[in-house]
């Protein structure tokens, strides 16, 4: 079946500029996750959302980064006054409950 | 602060042989434990995974060990092919559908 989506595959912006991620999971997922990588480190989390709430999102780094799954299946992340620190590889991973995370090919942001 | 820690970067391997990739956590919260696989430009794929109620679980060529004592976990695979060369993280979480805390990953390389 098919995995899970993200689009754009690349996205580069200008610093200062908004952008929108977006996820699509696999179908019947209730479980949605956004993670950031930077190069040679892991994925660091950013948000949960379980069903269309964020049931976490302790890991967003500031009021800049903003996040919706407004039917509970999509899910947008939203980086408003991008700066070149946001620059990183964004993961969106889905999951049933207690199962494995199966995540995207990821969204890689490029702030100029 | 690093919870989910993979000391060694790199690990290079001859084919046929075993691979075995380390982890360490620091949490002893954590109760559910599982195994990357990433190719570049890709997504991270779900490879095996092992709750603390079990010290062992064995999929195909692989094999995941856990030491909750010495919170330790560790990824063998047996025998190693040229194609099980990517890089490979280990993740740690706590409760259902929480997030998963990632260690930095091992890059294994298979020398035919």
């Known amino acids: 079946g098919a995995g899970v989506s993200q689009t754009p595959s690349n996205k580069v912006t200008e610093k200062g500029k908004y952008v929108e991620l977006r996820c699509d999971p696999i179908s019947g997922h209730t479980a949605l996750y956004w993670y950031r990588q930077s190069l040679g480190q892991g994925p660091e989390f950013l948000i949960y959302f379980q069903g269309t709430g964020a049931a976490d999102d302790s890991g967003l780094p500031n009021d800049r980064f903003f996040a919706v799954r407004p039917e509970g299946s999509v899910s947008t992340l939203k980086i408003q006054r991008t700066e070149r620190g946001d620059s990183a590889v964004y993961l969106c991973?889905?999951?049933?409950?207690?199962?494995?995370?199966?995540f995207g090919p990821g969204t890689r942001l490029l702030v100029l | 602060d690093q919870q989910v820690k993979q000391n060694s970067p790199s690990l290079s391997v001859q084919e046929g042989r075993i691979s075995i990739l380390n982890c360490d956590y620091t949490n002893s919260m954590f109760d559910y434990f599982l195994w990357y696989k990433k190719y570049p430009a890709e997504g991270p794929t779900f490879l095996i995974s092992i709750s603390s109620i079990k010290d062992k679980n064995e999929d195909g060529r692989f094999t995941v060990f856990l030491n909750k004592s010495a919170k330790h976990l560790s990824l063998h695979i047996v025998p190693s092919q040229p194609g099980d060369s990517a890089v490979y993280f280990c993740?740690?979480?706590?409760?259902?559908?929480?997030?998963?805390?990632f260690g930095t990953g091992t890059s294994l390389t298979v020398i035919p």
């Open positions: 993740a740690a979480s706590w409760k259902t559908g929480n997030q998963f805390y």
């Open positions: 991973a889905s999951s049933i409950a207690g199962g494995p995370q199966h």
